[in-house]
């Protein structure tokens, strides 16, 4: 299957710092971009959508401006979780679909740890 | 409202054994349907998928699943568990149009037993 790669793997920041998410997929355009969050033991919340070169669609209830999301390339998208506060601690996945593909491929998700 | 329903938290087989995770759902049209597994700190890993035609889908690691439309189900079956199977399981259905997200069932956690 296409490969999805996601980094940092596990983050650790102060309260008040902002931390960025990098999401790559390594052998496909990815024209379409989910990020998602999961808290322990239950299922994966959507977040946004992004297309490449458009504004990500944020979930009712995601604060745009503390989830920066940006889909710069067919190859990249970013979150940025500014102004970290402990109770963003969470898992992050990002997930990518290519044109025409019927499935979506998932990174190996982050821990973000705020302190 | 659309929604993925997983009716079991967890399912303990014993090794050797068959194992079914069901899974139903509520969207209109006709979805796309699939499988993905979990294992702890990573992301996910499809499993299998159903857009059309065959109503058993076979899939990665000797698993498949059944598509009901009648029932609007899509459980997911193996006919010989292995410990190494033991990890999360998702359901997840897309609905039929352009740029839509997965929408993922609550999980159901597989228990096999040596």
């Known amino acids: 299957g296409a490969v999805v790669s996601q980094h940092p793997s596990w983050v650790i920041c102060k309260s008040g710092t902002s931390v960025k998410i990098e999401c790559r997929s390594l052998?496909?355009?990815?024209?379409?971009m989910f990020w998602y969050r999961q808290f322990p033991k239950q299922s994966l919340m959507l977040m946004a959508t992004?297309?490449?070169?458009?504004?990500?669609?944020?979930e009712q209830g995601v604060e745009k401006d503390k989830f920066l999301i940006n889909h710069a390339s067919l190859t990249l998208s970013t979150l940025t979780v500014t102004s970290a506060h402990p109770e963003d601690s969470s898992f992050y996945i990002c997930?990518?679909?290519?044109?025409?593909?019927?499935?979506?491929?998932f990174g190996a998700g982050t821990r973000l740890s705020v302190l | 409202a659309q929604s993925v329903a997983q009716p079991e938290d967890q399912v303990n087989v014993a090794e050797g054994n068959p194992l079914t995770v069901k899974c139903t759902y509520s969207v209109s049209g006709n979805p796309y349907l699939f499988w993905y597994v979990q294992y702890p700190n990573r992301g996910l890993q499809f499993l299998l998928k159903?857009?059309?035609?065959?109503?058993l889908v076979k899939g990665s690691y000797g698993f498949e699943a059944e598509f009901n439309k009648s029932q609007t189900s899509f459980h997911l079956k193996k006919p010989s568990a292995l410990v190494s199977d033991s990890a999360l399981y998702f359901c997840?259905?897309?609905?039929?149009?352009?740029?839509?997200?997965?929408?993922f069932g609550k999980g159901t956690t597989l228990s096999v037993s040596s």
């Open positions: 159903y857009i059309t035609g065959d109503n």
């Open positions: 052998d496909f355009q990815a024209t379409t």
């Open positions: 992004s297309n490449e070169g458009s504004k990500a669609t944020y």
């Open positions: 997930s990518s679909r290519g044109r025409a593909q019927n499935i979506q491929y």
């Open positions: 997840a259905v897309r609905p039929n149009q352009a740029g839509t997200a997965l929408i």
